[in-house]
């Protein structure tokens, strides 16, 4: 069973910093790429940053390319997401997911993924 618990969103003026976390349960964690996605009211849910089974390869989002930064730590079944230069418009539920295939490229769709987990608040005000 796979369990995902995010943490570290909170509420910050435009401009500010914040880091957020993902725990990942699991033996077999570093064998799978990890993604970050984000929801908003009244919108779809969308892809932020992704990073694969050994933090080599990451993928952005062209809207937080240069702001927002995806690492992972495969000794402690973390993965992270520094999120610099905040904008109003990245408020949303951010939600951290596991892909589903063992191995696979970074991917930015939601299919990719097999294991969500329950968000954590971003909050960002002007």
């Known amino acids: 069973q796979v369990q995902l618990v995010e943490s570290g969103g909170g509420l910050v003026q435009a401009g500010g910093s914040l880091r957020l976390s993902c725990a990942a349960s699991g033996r077999t964690f570093s064998s799978y790429g990890m993604g970050w996605f984000r929801q908003a009211p009244g919108k779809e849910r969308e892809f932020v940053a992704g990073i694969n089974w050994s933090g080599g390869s990451t993928s952005y989002a062209d809207s937080v390319k240069g702001r927002f930064t995806i690492s992972r730590d495969n000794a402690k079944n973390m993965v992270y997401l520094q999120m610099n230069s905040l904008k109003p418009e990245d408020t949303a539920l951010y939600f951290c997911?596991?892909?589903?295939?063992?191995?696979?490229?970074?991917?930015?769709?939601?299919?990719?993924?097999?294991?969500w987990g329950r968000g954590t608040q971003v909050t960002v005000s002007p």
């Open positions: 997911a596991r892909q589903t295939v063992a191995g696979a490229v970074v991917s930015s769709m939601s299919s990719s993924y097999g294991y």
